[in-house]
């Protein structure tokens, strides 16, 4: 019906529609705009080397467009995901060795420690340790008691 009406599609049709998906996704926040905006991009491109019915057009976009979303959302996106430390600040810091700052055995055992390089944003950490200590000595984290770390002797 729509060929009837003798319209015709240009490749930079395409790459402009292309164009305002993917820049339409900085105001939408769904990260599905752009592959629907790549798709439309690759069949602009196709267009220059080969000439498409409105149909096949239309069909190739919306085979790419599901094509890119499913690949985004199965291969790349979940190698993307848990790249940092948020949420494991356990698992970084036992077994860490550090040398203490400050003690004070009057205080609970409690302390300041400074590890050689910054751990989780920061290279000193309060701490908690049953031994007695002297600044200089070297400990190892053991576990966490809210935002102190549990400390003995680095042996």
Not at 11 to 28: P, T
């Amino acid at each position: 019906m729509i060929e009837g009406l003798n319209i015709t599609i240009a490749y930079w049709h395409w790459i402009i529609f292309g164009l305002l998906l993917s820049l339409s996704e900085i105001f939408v926040m769904s990260f599905v705009l752009l592959w629907f905006g790549l798709s439309a991009i690759m069949v602009g491109l196709l267009m220059t080397v080969v000439e498409l019915s409105l149909t096949s057009q239309v069909l190739l976009w919306m085979f790419l467009s599901a094509f890119n979303v499913f690949a985004w959302f199965k291969w790349v996106s979940p190698r993307l995901k848990n790249k940092t430390l948020s949420g494991m600040a356990r698992e970084k810091m036992l077994g860490q060795v550090g040398t203490v700052i400050e003690f004070s055995p009057v205080h609970e055992g409690r302390g300041q420690l400074r590890f050689s390089a910054p751990i989780l944003g920061s290279d000193e950490w309060q701490f908690i340790c049953d031994e007695e200590l002297e600044v200089g000595t070297r400990v190892t984290v053991k576990e966490f008691s809210g935002n102190s770390l549990i400390v003995s002797k680095f042996k």
